[in-house]
């Protein structure tokens, strides 16, 4: 065995224990994937990173005896930064470090390293059950959906925190647009996306934005642009994912043929167990004319034209209350209601981590929620969405 595995599996440990968990598979692709990001010397240092935040001084007092000064470690910090390996953060005008979760976190932060071999470790990993369970064991989803704008009004009522223009609004700068990683993915494996031709469509909001923007990742963009690279995302029938927070962090804009998080939706047999949305899509069946213009717009396959019906039909329990069939009704037949219970996201990404790890599922845990995907693929005869 490579001295230099020891490293990599020690890394893989540590990160398991952290929010969204990294698990080890039979076949060791994890560590591929480790590689990839990381120099042996830089998986032995983030081994003492924790998924919180924190400055040089409180981190070199763990990796003292692996670096001879702060100095010295905060440049090797930077160094993993700009490579994805790590996030950032500034506070109190000083520069913290934190370990990140391979999604979302080290994956996304990929955009300028992919390589054919990277997406092929990857595609691997993350369609192990290892990892899926993994992933859905999250007490909370780190992304939600919430409606583009034309489709809410006045009655619904809608909280700063689920409509975008206020969002942008309320953000702290810097802001920044980036490539979608899924969409470079997908055009890498061969394919086109169905939706649109554009490739800056996700944006990155204050801490994270600069991060970004050191990794040479994004460009700098103003408040005006962003909200119309937003409204443009909309018209075009994206779907808006913004970090599952009242204060965002950032917002992707999704389609079904590319979109990792939409392609988890599609699979599992009950999508919105493990989802953050306030609304759902109605249809007025007097309206309704049957066109099919809503089930051609959805993302999700949520919605469709019954033929013995002769009107469109919304699955409640996989319509994620995006409203971009709303937009494409041209008879007004579809609308946004909102449901019954509002669910209110944590104010930043550190509660939402901190919410996470409080919550963190043991090998029990992970069991009852392997059967219960079991039970609800066989009820609602959807295949189960992991591989052994």
């Not at 998986?43 to 100095?71: C, D, W």
């Not at 927070?245 to 699979?267: P, Q, R, W, Y």
């Not at 306030?278 to 959805?298: P, Q, Y």
């Amino acid at each position: 065995m490579d001295p230099n595995n020891q490293i990599y599996i020690r890394l893989q440990k540590h990160l398991d224990k952290q929010t969204v968990g990294f698990p080890a598979t039979r076949s060791g692709v994890e560590l591929k994937i480790l590689k990839h990001i990381f120099t042996p010397e830089e998986a032995e240092v983030t081994s003492h990173l924790i998924y919180k935040p924190e400055p040089i001084q409180t981190i070199f007092e763990r990796v003292g005896h692996l670096v001879e000064t702060p100095e010295e470690l905060e440049r090797l910090l930077d160094r993993i930064q700009k490579k994805g390996g790590i996030e950032s953060t500034i506070k109190s005008g000083l520069t913290h470090y934190c370990c990140a979760p391979l999604v979302v976190g080290m994956y996304e932060l990929q955009i300028g390293r992919l390589t054919p071999e990277f997406i092929k470790y990857f595609n691997e990993y993350t369609s192990t059950k290892k990892f899926g369970i993994e992933f859905l064991s999250s007490e909370l989803p780190q992304m939600r959906t919430i409606p583009v704008s034309q489709s809410i009004h006045l009655q619904h009522h809608v909280s700063t925190f689920d409509e975008v223009t206020s969002l942008l609004q309320q953000a702290e700068a810097p802001f920044a647009i980036l490539e979608c990683i899924c969409r470079k993915k997908k055009e890498m494996e061969g394919h086109t996306c169905k939706v649109t031709d554009r490739k800056e469509t996700c944006l990155a909001i204050g801490n994270v934005a600069a991060m970004v923007l050191l990794s040479g990742n994004g460009r700098e963009i103003a408040r005006d642009e962003a909200l119309a690279i937003l409204e443009e995302n909309q018209k075009q029938g994206l779907v808006l994912q913004p970090s599952n927070t009242e204060k965002v962090d950032f917002i992707c804009s999704c389609c079904g043929c590319c979109c990792g998080m939409l392609a988890v939706h599609k699979v599992l047999p009950r999508p919105l167990d493990f989802w953050a949305s306030n609304f759902l899509a109605i249809v007025d069946t007097e309206k309704c004319e049957a066109c099919g213009a809503c089930g051609k717009r959805c993302q999700v396959g949520a919605v469709a034209v019954s033929d013995p019906k002769k009107h469109a039909v919304v699955d409640p329990e996989r319509c994620l209350g995006c409203g971009v069939c709303v937009t494409i009704c041209p008879t007004q037949a579809i609308t946004l209601t909102k449901k019954p219970t509002e669910v209110r996201p944590p104010q930043t990404r550190e509660d939402l981590y901190d919410i996470i790890m409080a919550n963190k599922k043991g090998r029990l845990g992970k069991l009852k929620l392997t059967g219960k995907l079991v039970v609800d693929a066989v009820r609602t005869r959807k295949t189960h969405p992991f591989k052994s």
